[in-house]
C-alpha cells in the first residue's frame, strides 16, 4: 500500500510517498482503508519532533481517521468488512482502572494513533477494533475526518469536563480552528452565548457563520476589554481554550466570579505563571482535558448526522499532496480543517 511516512523530524521535516507492506490484522484488530483523514496541530508537533515522547522513524502520521473496514483479525465479532468508521485516535486498554471508569481519555497505556503507531495519511491502517465507532449513513467520510478528533475534543470540554447551563457566557479561542470551530457550534446547542476570537475578518465571519454571537479581533492587544465590554464588564462563565501561554493569561482577564477555564491544548507556550489571588478570591477555574472518549465521538456524529453541527472544511489534498497540507496548517492561513483523501 502506498503511505506518506516522516523519515525525518523539521518544520518541515522530511516526508516520502512510499511503498510499504500492506498490514496484517492480528487478534482483536481490524484494518481500515482510509478515505479521508484530517490534519491536526498534533500531526505538526509530531512532524517537528516537538512532542515529550519517544518517536521511532520512518512513521506515518495521521490521527482522524475516517474509511471502511478492509479485513479482520480473529475475535473481532462485531464488525463487518465494508462497515463504515471513524476511528478513536487516542488508543486505551480497556482495562486499567480508568478504562473502567469509562474514561478512555486517562488510559495508563494509552496510545495515539500516527504518533505511537502508525496513522492515516496512508491507503490502509491497523487498529484495535475497541477503537471504532460506526459512521451514520448521513455523515460523509470528510466530515468525519473533520469532526472525529477536533469535534469530539470540544464535545469532551464542553459536557464532559464542564457543565454548561442554558443561558451561560461561552468565550471560544480561535474559532476558525478545527476545535474552536466545533466548540461554537456546541455551545450555542447547548443553550450558551457565544464569543469568539479571531485574527482575521475571514476568520471572524467564518466564526459569525458557525453561530457565534460576537466576534473579537485578537490581534488587538486589549482584545479581554472588548469580552468584558460584550457581556456588561461581567466576564464569561467558560472559555474553551487550547492555545496556552499568554493568551490563557488573557482568557483569565476575561473570566467571570466563579468563571471556569477549560483547556486542551498549548500551541502558544506550555510554562505559564498564574495569578492565585484572583484565582481563589473569585472562586475560578481552570480545568484540564484531554482526548475524548468513544461516547464524545458517538454523539459529535449524531449530532452531524441530524445538522446540529457542520464540519469546517478549507481544503482537500490528496496522498501525495501531504506535505502541503502540513504546510498549509503551519502557516496558520486555514479556515476549520485541512483533509487528506488517500
Ligand atoms: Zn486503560
Known amino acids: 500500500m502506498k ?29 481500515v482503508r482510509v478515505r479521508s483523514c484530517g490534519l491536526n496541530r498534533l500531526d505538526l508537533w509530531t512532524e517537528e519532533g516537538a512532542l515529550p515522547v519517544k518517536l521511532e522513524l520512518p512513521r506515518t502520521l495521521g490521527c482522524e481517521i475516517a474509511g471502511e473496514i478492509f479485513s479482520l483479525g480473529k475475535k473481532v465479532s462485531d464488525w463487518r468488512v465494508g462497515d463504515r468508521v471513524a476511528v478513536q485516535s487516542n488508543l486505551f486498554c480497556g482495562e486499567c482502572e480508568f478504562c473502567l471508569r469509562g474514561k478512555e481519555s ?23 477494533a475497541s ?18 478528533l477536533a469535534g469530539s475534543t470540544a464535545m469532551h470540554m464542553l459536557t464532559n469536563r464542564v457543565k454548561v ?18 466548540a461554537i457550534q456546541i455551545a450555542k446547542q447547548l443553550g450558551a452565548y457565544v464569543i469568539s476570537t479571531g485574527s ?51 482568557a483569565f482577564e ?17 510554562d505559564v505563571e498564574l495569578k492565585l489571588w484572583p484565582l481563589f478570591v473569585k472562586e475560578q477555574s481552570l480545568v484540564g ?16 448526522a441530524q445538522r446540529k453541527i457542520k464540519a469546517a472544511i478549507d481544503h482537500e489534498f490528496s496522498l501525495p499532496e501531504t506535505p502541503r497540507a502540513f504546510a498549509q496548517l503551519r502557516n496558520r492561513s486555514v479556515m476549520g480543517k485541512v483533509i487528506v483523501k488517500p
Open 106 to 128: 486517562l488510559c495508563v497505556k494509552g496510545q495515539i494513533l500516527g504518533v505511537n503507531r502508525d496513522g492515516g495519511f496512508a491507503e490502509q491502517v491497523l487498529v484495535p
Open 131 to 148: 477503537s471504532l465507532v460506526t459512521l451514520p449513513k448521513r455523515v460523509s467520510f470528510e466530515t468525519s475526518a473533520a469532526l472525529t
Open 3 to 31: 503511505a506518506v511516512q516522516l523519515i525525518t523530524h523539521g518544520a518541515p521535516g522530511k516526508m516520502e510517498l512510499r511503498e510499504i507492506p500492506d498490514p496484517k490484522p492480528g487478534e482483536g484488530e481490524v484494518v
Open 289 to 304: 482535558s484531554y482526548g475524548r472518549n468513544r461516547i464524545d465521538i458517538k454523539v459529535t456524529l449524531q449530532w452531524a
Open 165 to 182: 447551563r442554558s443561558g451561560d457566557w461561552i468565550l471560544v479561542i480561535g474559532g476558525a480552528s478545527g476545535v474552536g470551530s466545533a
Open 200 to 250: 482575521s475578518e475571514a476568520k471572524r465571519d467564518l466564526a459569525i457563520n458557525l453561530g457565534a454571537d460576537y466576534v473579537v479581533d485578537s490581534t488587538v492587544e486589549a482584545w479581554p476589554i472588548e469580552v468584558r465590554k460584550i457581556t456588561g464588564r461581567r466576564g464569561v462563565d467558560f472559555v474553551v481554550e487550547h492555545a496556552g501561554g499568554e493568551v490563557l493569561l488573557k
Open 254 to 270: 476575561c473570566l467571570a466570579r466563579g468563571g471556569t477555564i477549560v483547556t486542551c491544548g498549548a500551541t502558544a507556550g506550555r
